[in-house]
């Protein structure tokens, strides 16, 4: 077996990890198969990742990690609570559909590794609640918003929004009308929470 004088790092198995899955698919997130790749024995790689599960949810962790710099960095800045949950929104569903067409062969694996990481998708599933929960709740704060439970207003603004964003659905975002569908929900969640509903008319999603 070749070696190698890079350091074998996690990041380096991961990024092996996701270039085997591409060219291979999810079967092939094993120990084993990073390890023939890397060139370097598959006990050097468990001094860095202990089981195949633990790979395969590191794996699942840095993609969604990816998906998150835009999101935070929208909740961050200041703004008129409606515009800034519709941006929120916006570009959740740009980045999904975005990893779909760039990389598909990794997005394809991702769907099918989520399901068997569970505690890594449930913590991703919750940051994106708590934004969402943050922007409402200053819109409840400054009056735009009604009087709503923040907390269970994003449950319902992601719920509503899962078509749109959820990779489940990624067969669908092919469809010619699905901008048009995601205008018709998101005009119907502003009639519910907004007080005064005249400025945040859905017009085009970005």
């Known amino acids: 077996m070749g070696t190698t004088n890079t350091p074998l790092t996690r990041d380096r198995i991961l990024a092996t990890a996701e ?5 291979f698919g999810p ?3 094993t120990v084993v ?3 023939r790749a890397l060139g370097v024995s598959h006990a050097a790689v468990y001094r860095h990742v202990a089981t195949k599960a633990e790979l395969r949810d590191l794996v699942v962790g840095r993609w969604v990690e990816a998906t998150m710099p835009p999101l ?3 909740v961050a ?5 409606p515009q800034r949950l519709k941006k929120l929104i916006d570009a959740l569903i740009a980045v999904k559909r975005r990893r779909a067409i760039d990389d598909p062969e990794v997005f394809a694996a991702y769907r099918t590794l989520a399901t068997g990481a569970k505690s890594v998708v449930a ?3 919750d940051e994106l609640l708590q934004l969402v929960t943050t922007v409402i709740r200053t819109g409840v704060k400054d009056g735009t ?13 992601m719920l509503a929004t899962s078509r749109f964003h959820h990779p489940a659905h990624a067969d669908e975002w092919v469809d010619p009308a699905i901008d048009t569908a995601f205008n018709d929900v ?9 007080v005064d509903k005249r400025p945040v008319s859905a017009g085009r999603r970005s």
């Open 123 to 125: 913590a991703y599933v």
């Open 145 to 157: 918003f009604r009087a709503v439970d923040p907390v269970a207003a994003a449950r319902a603004v």
């Open 19 to 23: 270039d085997v899955i591409r060219r």
């Open 77 to 81: 800045k200041p703004g008129p609570a």
């Open 186 to 194: 998101w005009q119907m969640l502003m009639d519910g929470l907004c």
């Open 27 to 29: 079967a092939k997130a």
């Open 72 to 74: 935070r960095a929208i």
């Open 33 to 35: 198969d990073v390890a």
